[in-house]
């Protein structure tokens, strides 16, 4: 038989339940401090568990408190039980929540770092997520007194009927965890697919990858569809690329001339314009003799995809004046037509006299009248 409740055990209950929120205060003044020192360090891992554990860590110390102050009170056996069991739980959940937000937060950590992006592959974190909540799902209920292997025998005669159902899905599951662990689709890639879908891919989840254009719109593509497909990759296996721009110059013009002067342009906006590669050697390349004009093609080096389309805009722009100044003639496409010598018939109007009687058409309707 249980003793009955005092005073005594009234204070004590209540002086471990202050203390659990004293410790839930000063523990959150400590992570707050922590946070701005983890701020100023080049690893980003200390961020995400200190993110972590600044909500967590205080309710951890309430609930110590709680269980400090039912540990003090005379309750009954049964009425222990359940507190001892319910505080248990809540333990539980809390470790739970802080192991998924820690794991997860270091695996984007990790994926941002290997990437070098501000996007994420999320089919990553939402699969760690998910797994360490199941985990401390299942510890909770054996806790709880509750059997976990008749669930786990009907998750796994359930798990073939689900598959079915959701084929789609789990080949889009599937299909992203290939693509990100191939390495041949990274968040930050320009990629362009035969259909016709180009952009920066954003971000790969567990069922879609998103690109964004260069219009700033987002397009959708599911992983299956992504996989099985055609595509360039424009940034792999390295950022940089050449750019291919074609010219054509007149006949009469000095080939020697024309090519030292396109590589003394080459040169200059490769040094002077954002996104150009500096150390890139200028190469122009005769190829062809046109109807009206030489052909030939001038290699550009390019940071990234997107840089060309400046890189070229200077470029034309400033050898078509350098062209100009050195009297370099940039011929427009000529045509030559033959007329043979004969007679020709030129179609003319019919007039009212040419047509059968009757129609003459509205002149000679009224001069009939």
Known sequence: MNRALTLDDLMVAGIALAAGL???????????????????????????????????????????????????LPLTKSVGHHVSQTLTVLLIAVV??????????????????????????????????????????????????????????????GGLAVALALQDTLANLFAGIHILASKTVQPGDYIRLTSGEEGYVVDINWRQTTVRQLSNNLVIIP???????????????????????????????????????????VAEVM????????????????????????GLTVILGVGEFSDQYRIKHEFIKRLHKRYREEGIRIPAPARTVALQQGSVSIPHQRTGDDLPAGQGGPASALLDQ
């Open 22 to 72: 004293v410790a839930a205060f000063l523990l959150r003044m400590l992570m707050r401090w922590l946070g701005k020192h983890a701020l100023r360090t080049r690893w980003s891992g200390d961020d995400v568990i200190v993110d972590a554990l600044r909500t967590v860590v205080p309710w951890a110390a309430i609930t110590g408190g709680a269980a400090a102050a039912a540990t003090a």
């Open 96 to 157: 739970t929540l802080t192991a998924a937000r820690v794991i997860s937060g270091l695996v984007r950590a990790v994926t941002q770092s290997r990437s070098g992006v501000a996007g994420s592959a999320t089919i990553f974190v939402n699969i760690t997520r998910v797994v360490v909540l199941a985990m401390g799902f299942l510890v909770m209920l054996q806790t709880l007194g509750i059997s976990i292997a008749p669930l786990l025998t009907a998750l796994g005669v």
């Open 223 to 265: 992983n299956g569809q992504l996989a099985g497909t055609n595509m360039t990759n424009f940034t792999r296996p390295e950022q940089q690329m050449t750019l291919l721009v074609q010219v054509g110059v007149g006949y009469d013009s000095d080939l020697e001339h024309v090519e030292t002067v396109t590589t003394e342009v």
């Open 271 to 294: 040094t002077e314009i954002t996104g150009a590669v500096p150390d890139h050697e200028p190469a122009v390349r005769f190829h062809t003799f046109g109807d009206s004009r030489i």
